[in-house]
């Protein structure tokens, strides 16, 4: 009887499998704290030259102060418009118009960047349009107005418009956002199977072999053959049927 060899058993999965909504969730906490960090940056570099130039140097009395001219200089200017006066309005309801549109940026920006996990570009460039926003949005509520306050001019020109920190992170931060390439779509992985050794494949079971055995005559047939034949059948006969 043949024996058949042995099925080899399948190798397990080194890896073990991930819980529901890990690989989801780990890569935001970095992207957090990368738009958090940057947005704090912009906002408190942005409040504190407010506070040194509007305060200390008293730039809403004098008005100018000439620090590297043309090209740098301090002009003081309340702004109650958007980036760079525009949208200018006297009317206190546009001030808080403008306030909700910035908070409404702020939170659809926030949403998007836990939402996509965007490239690291992307996260600084939120951080930035983010903390310019929550600047001008605290000088709103503070004076009535946003505080502009840097001008840069050109020899022979002079630039009628000033900005401030929070403009320069807004601007920057929204043409980062539009510029970054577009998101490749990830294909679904496929499943690799697990590598089988190098061992040979297992041979067909063999047949067993069966052996051809001569059965002996059945006793009529030896009867017979005996009356025919007492000597055994082994001498010729001629025509008439008698033996030689």
């Known amino acids: 009887m043949a024996m058949q060899p042995a099925t080899p058993k399948p190798r397990k999965a080194l890896t073990a499998p991930r819980k529901a909504g890990a690989r989801n969730r780990a890569p935001n906490t970095p992207v957090w704290r990368r738009v958090a960090l940057v947005a704090a940056i912009i906002f408190v570099l942005d409040q504190a030259l407010k506070y040194l130039v509007v305060h200390l140097l008293q730039l809403d009395r004098v008005r100018e102060i000439d620090v590297l001219p043309p090209w740098l200089n301090l002009r003081m200017a309340w702004n109650q418009g958007m980036n760079f ?8 309801v546009m001030r808080w118009v403008l306030i909700a549109i910035a908070v409404a940026v702020c939170v659809w920006v926030g949403a998007w960047v836990l939402r ?5 570009l992307a996260q600084i460039s939120a951080g930035f349009l983010i903390g310019g926003a929550l600047g001008n949005v605290i000088d709103r509520l503070m004076y009535g107005a946003v505080a502009d306050f840097l001008n840069m001019s050109l ?4 630039n009628p418009y000033s900005f401030n920190v929070a403009d320069i992170a807004i601007f920057i931060g929204a043409l980062g956002l539009v510029l970054q390439p577009p998101e490749a779509k990830s ?5 690799r199977e697990p590598a089988r050794s190098g061992a040979a494949k297992p041979p ?3 047949k067993p072999v069966t052996r051809a055995t001569t ?3 059945s006793r009529a047939a030896q009867g017979e053959l005996s ?9 010729p006969r001629d025509e008439g049927g008698n033996s030689r």
């Open 85 to 92: 006066g525009l949208f200018s309005s006297d009317v206190d």
């Open 227 to 235: 009356l025919d034949d007492p000597a055994g059948g082994d001498k």
């Open 116 to 120: 996509a996990n965007p490239s690291r």
């Open 187 to 191: 294909s679904p992985a496929k499943r």
């Open 204 to 206: 067909a079971a063999a």
């Open 155 to 158: 020899p022979g020109w002079q």
């Open 215 to 217: 059965k002996p005559p």
